[in-house]
Nanobody, 129 residues
Framework: QVQLVESGGGSVQSGGSLRLSCAAS????????MGWFRQTPGKEREGVAT???????SYADSVKGRFTISQDNAKNTLYLQMDSLKPEDTAMYYC???????????????????????WGQGTQVTVSS
C-alpha cells in the first residue's frame, strides 16, 4: 500500500522560507515521477515542481528560482525548499507520485495532476504580507 505523508507547512511572512517534506512508503517502481502540487479554494490543482527517478527536475515559471525540489532515496523522502515566499504562494500543498512518459529520447514528468495516482493529505502554507 502506497502512503505519502506531507509535513512542514505553516505560516510565514513574505520573503520567508519553509521546507516541506513528504515521506513515501510502499512505492516500489524503478522509474517514476514525484511532484509537488498546490491548490487554493475554487481553483484547479497546480503543478509546482516535479522530479524523476534520475533526479531530473522541472518547475512552474511562478516558482522557478525560488523553490527547489529534491529527494533522499535512502530516506524515501521528497522535499520542497521554498524561499522568497510570496502571499500568492499561499495554498494547500500536496505531494504526489505517478508514472512519467517516454518521448524525445527520454523519460519526462508532467506537472498536470491527472497522471499522478498517489496523493498525500496535504499541508497548508500561508504567507502573509
Amino acid at each position: 500500500q502506497v502512503q505519502l505523508v506531507e509535513s512542514g507547512g505553516g505560516s510565514v511572512q513574505s520573503g520567508g522560507s519553509l521546507r516541506l517534506s513528504c515521506a513515501a512508503s510502499g512505492y516500489t517502481y524503478s522509474r517514476y515521477c514525484m511532484g509537488w502540487f498546490r491548490q487554493t479554494p475554487g481553483k484547479e490543482r497546480e503543478g509546482v515542481a516535479t522530479i524523476d527517478h534520475d533526479g531530473t527536475t522541472s518547475y512552474a515559471d511562478s516558482v522557478k528560482g525560488r523553490f527547489t525540489i529534491s529527494q533522499d532515496n535512502a530516506k524515501n523522502t521528497l522535499y520542497l525548499q521554498m524561499d522568497s515566499l510570496k502571499p500568492e504562494d499561499t495554498a494547500m500543498y500536496y505531494c504526489a507520485a505517478g508514472p512519467g512518459y517516454y518521448g524525445g529520447g527520454g523519460y519526462y514528468c508532467v506537472r498536470d495532476a491527472r497522471p499522478y495516482n498517489y496523493w498525500g493529505q496535504g499541508t497548508q502554507v500561508t504567507v502573509s504580507s
